[in-house]
């Protein structure tokens, strides 16, 4: 029996093993938990998405309050690493941590793709959102 987690993994690993200097990818709610982790150890997995879920979340007021819409990636460039940051769904954000060797285009690309595969059918409302059952 194939379960969510197992389909997710599929899809991460299907897109972004293209990515030249992959190192993982985290798929995290917006309240920074973990949803999913790609060639990540857990206990690294998890403080990533934690401390990506400010940035992301910096990231979305900052566009509210210049009306600037959805925020489709960020990208933080490092001394040895590339972090890409893309929202994924109604709930969700991609997390792809790659070396300098991924080329950027690629890694943007790869990443917005990836996430839009996942945000068809996985969606994670806030909290405070969530759908009485």
């Known amino acids: 029996m194939t379960t969510t987690n197992d389909m997710i993994y599929s899809v991460l690993d299907n897109n ?3 990515i030249a200097g992959i190192q993982g990818a985290v ?4 309240d920074g938990i973990k949803l999913s982790s790609y060639e ?3 206990d690294q997995a998890e403080r990533i998405a934690a401390a990506s879920s400010g940035i992301a979340s910096t990231m979305k007021a900052i566009s509210r309050e210049v009306d600037g819409g959805r925020v489709i990636r960020q990208l933080v460039e490092m001394d040895d690493c590339y972090l890409c940051i893309v929202g994924c769904g109604d709930g969700s954000t991609l997390i792809v941590v790659t070396s300098r060797k991924a080329r950027l285009g690629e890694l943007g690309g790869e990443a ?4 839009q595969a996942l945000g068809e059918w996985l969606s994670t409302p806030d909290r405070g959102q ?3 059952s």
């Open 16 to 18: 972004l093993s293209r």
């Open 112 to 115: 917005v793709r990836t996430a």
């Open 130 to 132: 969530a759908q009485p």
């Open 27 to 30: 798929l995290l709610s917006n």
């Open 40 to 42: 990540l150890e857990r």
